[in-house]
């Protein structure tokens, strides 16, 4: 099937509810077991939200936020919007009220989806600064209060109520009028930096995104189960993992939530998924924690299992080189080691495509060692999101792939990344200034630091308000310094500062689990976390790890001083965006007095020079 053929996406759900109509399109875990809803019971359920819609006022044109997390109500509900004339404009589940007011207001949003009663909530204790919304409809059944009415999705789709041939041919038609330039969404940024601004994105920049991406990865595909767990406020899933698996006929599973995802794939069995580094890290993390809990001889069958694997991906995968007696050895391996893995994982995956920042070169090796390849690929919000993507034949470990079809590439000056292509967005909603700094004389210009290859392999730096510039004049990209701390067990977080300072520091977040066992080890007693990190004994074995990291860079690279702070990063506290990047100049808040103390020479610890405190 060709996807351009087509005007919309809610045109291609149509045809697909003929095509495939019994073949499972969502899954969602209720009551401790996952349920499904076919392509056919899934557009009924679309028609029946856009009638609903439509009797509450939505015409052509009108924007309807969604908040909430990822769930079969989201996906009902941004399927009704399209398909009924509107502009979805997706509200990140961890957003606050005024986050989620502020959007809904720059959107001029009248009728918005929630989730739960604590996103009605949320919005409640904003309401007097939503004066023009209409109408609020939640995914789940709960009383709202009489000052500000709620509807659950249930009443408005009268799903009781069957679409008759009128409302069915109505609808059909307003599909049939929909096309590739009209507006499917705006994206808000996750703000990471200054307020969020909308990104207008229309039906044509995501189905040739998909399309691109899709032939770019070249892997057989088939009849697709996804584990869907990043927000589909992002588009990286949307596109990536929602849209691309929806075109294809295949089917989506919703996890519980990131904290049960390595859980779900055990019973969902997924074929593929879509991802950030994060992901990637903990399986690295924990495959490697529990070979550290195993006897000597089966320690020794698995690092030799991983080397044998190294040079068999190399050699099959980047240097094409004949195997011979390798791929016995392998294939051995693989039966006594590597399946056994797999099978934790679900036993099923034939790829994951990583997105949202570089994934470290070791952790991505590492996964196609195990037999569940992962394939990086970059782009923004701004570019729907693809820009690059690895694929068969097109791999290397530590780049994030080649320039999709029809996309040019090319650096600035001071090594900006530079894109011209049909998934650069129509510009930001009601910022022109904006939209002309960013995108000039038609090349969109991502505020990445890249470098490009003589095969024409992409590899990201940094971003470029992110670099550190040193007191001494050093150029420094934190991110895969960061990166490499990570791989360490002892460290679950990590985030370098320098910017106009004389050397680099750092804040670690410990692997409470691997902590508590060298606790138990070196029989340290403490009464929580916060003590436990104080301790004379952990600050001198986080000295010890972070100095044999330093070994590996020059001296203007090598972290001087760090501190570990009890408390994770995370979406909660604020740290981490939804899609888990740092939020530096949150976490540079957070914790000034703490990397005052560092620069003062107060240091929790000394991993290079000075004496640990």
């Known amino acids: 099937m060709d996807i351009m053929s087509y005007q919309s996406i809610p045109a291609i759900l149509k045809d697909n509810a003929k095509t495939y109509g019994a073949r499972p399109a969502f899954s969602y875990k209720r009551q401790g077991s996952y349920r499904s809803l076919n392509y056919a019971e899934f557009y009924e359920r679309v028609l029946q939200m856009v009638r609903g819609l439509w009797r509450a006022g939505m015409t052509p044109g009108d924007k309807v936020a969604i908040f909430s997390e990822n769930r079969l109500g989201w996906a009902i509900a941004d399927f009704a919007i399209q398909a009924g004339g509107g502009i979805t ?35 409640y204790s904003v309401k007097e600064e939503l004066p023009n919304v209409d109408m609020i409809i939640s995914f789940e059944q709960f009383m709202g209060r009489r000052s500000f009415p709620v509807f659950s999705q249930y009443q408005v789709a009268e799903v009781d109520t069957p679409v008759d041939n009128e409302d069915r041919q109505q609808i059909e038609g307003q599909i049939a009028q929909i096309t590739q330039d009209d507006i499917i969404t705006i994206i808000y940024t996750s703000g990471t930096t200054g307020v969020p601004k909308g990104v207008l994105l229309t039906q044509r920049n995501i189905l040739i995104n ?62 593929a998924m879509v991802s950030v580094p994060r992901l ?30 190294r040079e068999y991906v190399n050699k099959k995968y980047i240097t094409n080189e004949p195997l011979g007696l390798l791929a016995l050895k392998y294939k051995l391996f693989d039966r006594l080691v590597f399946s056994k893995i797999r099978a934790r994982f679900g036993g099923r995956i034939t790829y994951f495509l990583c997105g949202g920042a570089p994934l470290d070169k070791t952790v991505c090796e590492f996964m196609w060692i195990l037999g569940m390849p992962v394939y990086n690929g970059y782009g923004l919000t701004e570019t729907s999101p693809a820009v690059t993507i690895s694929g068969v034949g097109k791999m ?33 909603y009601k910022n022109d200034e904006a939209t002309l700094d960013s995108i000039q004389n038609g090349w969109f210009r991502t505020g990445d630091i890249a470098k490009i290859d003589e095969q024409g392999f992409v590899y990201i730096v940094d971003r470029k308000k992110e670099l550190i510039v040193t007191a001494g004049g050093k150029n420094i990209a934190p991110q895969p310094i960061e990166n490499e701390l990570k791989l360490d067990k002892y460290i679950s977080s990590a985030i370098v500062f320098g910017d106009r300072k004389p050397y680099l520091v750092a804040i670690v977040t410990p692997n409470v689990d691997t902590l508590a066992e060298f606790a138990r080890d070196k029989q340290i ?89």
């Open 280 to 309: 990637f890290e903990k399986i690295y993390a924990k495959v490697y924690e529990g070979v550290g809990q195993m006897p000597e001889k089966r320690q020794k069958i698995f690092h030799k299992a991983v080397e044998i694997g």
């Open 525 to 613: 007693s403490y009464g929580n976390m916060e003590e436990l990190v104080q301790h004379p004994k952990v600050k001198e074995l986080y000295g010890e790890r972070i100095k044999e990291l330093n070994k590996s860079y020059p001296p203007y690279k090598t972290i001087k001083y760090f501190a570990v702070v009890a408390n994770d990063f995370s979406i909660e506290g604020g740290e981490l965006t939804p899609t888990l990047k740092l939020k530096r100049k949150v976490i540079l808040e957070k914790y000034q007095h703490v990397i005052e103390d560092l620069y003062a020479g107060k240091a929790n610890g000394a991993a290079a020079g000075g004496k640990t405190t």
């Open 396 to 428: 290397r470990f530590d780049s994030v792939g080649k320039a999709l079809q029809e996309t040019e590439l090319k650096l600035a000056e001071d090594g900006e990344l530079l894109v011209k292509g049909p998934q650069v967005m129509l510009g930001y």
């Open 89 to 123: 404009v997706p509200i990140y589940a961890t957003n606050t009220g005024k986050q989620a007011a502020y959007i809904i207001n720059h959107s001029e949003a009248r009728i918005v989806f929630c989730s739960t009663r604590a996103h009605y909530e949320r919005l």
């Open 210 to 271: 998909a399309k691109y991406g899709v032939e770019q990865l070249g892997v057989p595909r088939g009849e697709m189960t996804v584990l869907s767990f990043l927000p589909l406020s992002h588009v990286l899933e949307r596109t990536g993992g929602y849209y691309a698996t929806l075109i294809d006929g295949g089917h989506i599973a919703f996890a519980e939530s990131a904290l049960k995802v390595m859980e779900n794939m055990g019973e969902v069995r997924p074929t």
